[in-house]
């Protein structure tokens, strides 16, 4: 799989939205779980959120939940991450990914996508 991310939404202060979205390649995209990963400077890279493969379940670390949300378009070979009511600690590189199982580490990553968040 290959990933072409983009953000829509630009540089955005403290209670704004973006939408992140990440198009895949290849026909095998609706066999993976698709996620969102994200690393602020000086931290490690945390998941923020998985979607399955039929999109029926989903998952969400606890600092995200009720703000974000995760979608994917199976047609389009896409997933999404809605990002509401964002916060300066929302700040960091997010990155997209597939994994074969809904709890297995990620097998393809796509390019970082930079997300500020000002005060």
């Known amino acids: 799989l290959r990933f072409s991310c983009s953000v829509w939404g630009g540089l955005v202060q403290a209670g704004g939205s973006l939408r992140l979205s990440c198009a895949a390649s290849?026909?095998?995209?609706?066999?993976?779980?698709m996620g969102w990963f994200r690393q602020a400077p000086g931290k490690e890279r945390e998941t923020v959120a998985r979607?399955?493969?039929?999109?029926?379940?989903?998952y969400y670390v606890d600092s995200v939940k009720g703000r974000f949300s995760i979608s994917r378009d199976m047609i389009k070979n896409t997933v999404y991450l809605q990002m509401n009511s964002l916060k300066p600690e929302d700040t960091a590189v997010y990155y997209c990914?597939?994994?074969?199982?809904?709890?297995?580490?990620?097998?393809?990553w796509g390019k970082g996508t930079h997300v500020t968040v000002s005060s």
């Open positions: 990914a597939a994994m074969s199982t809904f709890a297995s580490d990620p097998v393809y």
């Open positions: 290849g026909r095998t995209f609706n066999n993976y779980v």
């Open positions: 979607i399955s493969q039929g999109g029926a379940r989903t």
